[in-house]
């Protein structure tokens, strides 16, 4: 006689990733399952001694998107595993005494060829910072360091990609170039094809008053004249300009990134910061992020990152480190 009672099935890895990302982020969502399918990538887990730290590298490793090795004190990342019921049963740990010593020993992971990216866990951005840009790490490039957030905005009908809000704080022109170029490759990283790059400001004239406008005036002519490639630019523009079809129409603005841009740049961090949290806290945006500008994919993951921002931005640091794996050579 068949039993009456029925075993429920597992769910599958779309449907948890549906769960963690609803319908209205469902541009990040595509991102994650992306990176899922190819296969997870070795990390270092930076001093991963806090449930959060932890907790986000056992989600990205059950969803094969990276391979964490744990680097830190023994001793207290098992004990966090035990205490928030974190499984990492099989997962490498690679002794570290101190937060400093953790980000020297991971980097020499990467120059072994052992990881193919970085992680912040529960330590200071400045002491995980400090250890990656310091000359003797071997990890900077003639190109500056900048952060990029992805932005998965409801009702927006691509994936945002603004910079910097995070690192560089007054960028001068020089380092905007930078800004400006790590953006759009990560963008063609990511599979998005050739970016529309918004360069905010207030206003969409040239003022000598605002030095936002004289930048991106300045950095539209560096695109004409190939120093900075792979996107089409334009600025100054003002956010509802340059992302409100409507609203470009209203003020006149011609112009083949207004109300369609794909990356927004921001004149400096207060501004590139503001924006991204009234995005993520008031919009209901979904938002990972990853450093640019090093040899390797650098994650600043944060405390107050939900799991959905952590999982993106595995999925982000997996899929670049493909991409420069690919483009080694180049």
């Given at each position: 006689m068949p039993s009456s009672t029925t075993r429920s099935k597992p769910a599958s890895s779309d449907d948890r990733l549906s769960s963690i990302f609803p319908e209205q982020h469902a541009l990040m969502?595509?991102?994650?399952?992306?990176?899922?399918?190819?296969?997870?990538?070795?990390y270092a887990i930076v001093w991963p001694c806090s449930s959060h730290a932890l907790g986000g590298a056992v989600e990205a490793a059950r969803h094969r998107?990276?391979?964490?090795?744990?680097?830190?004190?023994?001793?207290?990342?098992?004990?966090t595993a035990a205490q928030y019921s974190l499984d990492i049963e099989g997962m490498r740990i690679e002794q570290a005494a101190t937060p400093e010593a953790a980000v020297k020993h991971a980097v020499a992971l990467v120059h072994e060829g052992v990881v193919r990216g970085l992680t912040k866990g529960s330590l200071h951005t400045d002491t995980f910072m400090a250890g990656?840009?310091?000359?003797?790490?071997?990890?900077?490039?003639?190109?500056?360091?900048?952060?990029?957030?992805?932005?998965?905005?409801?009702?927006?009908?691509?994936?945002?990609?603004?910079?910097?809000?995070?690192?560089?704080?007054?960028?001068?022109?020089?380092?905007?170039?930078?800004?400006?170029?790590?953006?759009?490759?990560?963008?063609?990283?990511?599979?998005?094809?050739?970016?529309?790059?918004?360069l905010l400001s207030a206003v969409e004239t040239i003022n000598t008053k605002i030095q936002g406008t004289l930048d991106a005036a300045s950095l539209c002519k560096m695109a004409d004249r190939k120093e900075?490639?792979?996107?089409?630019?334009?600025?100054p523009l003002a956010m509802d300009v340059a992302?409100?079809?409507?609203s470009a129409e209203i003020k006149g603005v011609e112009s083949p990134v207004a109300g369609r841009a794909q990356i927004l740049i921001a004149p400096d961090l207060e501004s590139g910061n503001i924006l991204v949290k009234t995005l993520a806290?008031?919009?209901?945006?979904?938002?990972?992020?990853?450093?640019?500008?090093?040899?390797?994919?650098?994650?600043?993951?944060?405390?107050?990152?939900?799991?959905?921002?952590?999982?993106?931005?595995?999925?982000?640091?997996?899929?670049?480190?493909?991409?420069?794996?690919?483009?080694?050579?180049?």
């Open positions: 969502r595509a991102l994650v399952t992306k990176a899922s399918q190819l296969g997870p990538v070795p998107i990276i391979v964490p090795i744990l680097v830190g004190d023994r001793e207290k990342i098992e004990k990656v840009i310091r000359q003797e790490s071997g990890l900077r490039t003639k190109r500056r360091m900048s952060h990029v957030f992805c932005i998965a905005a409801p009702d927006y009908p691509d994936l945002l990609l603004v910079s910097d809000a995070a690192i560089n704080i007054a960028p001068d022109l020089t380092t905007k170039r930078d800004i400006v170029q790590n953006a759009i490759d990560l963008h063609h990283a990511l599979g998005l094809g050739t970016p529309r790059v918004a900075i490639t792979g996107g089409v630019l334009d600025g992302v409100s079809l409507e806290f008031l919009g209901k945006a979904a938002t990972s992020g990853i450093v640019m500008g090093a040899k390797v994919p650098v994650l600043l993951t944060s405390r107050a990152d939900d799991a959905t921002a952590r999982l993106a931005s595995a999925a982000i640091g997996a899929l670049y480190a493909r991409h420069l794996d690919e483009h080694n050579g180049d």
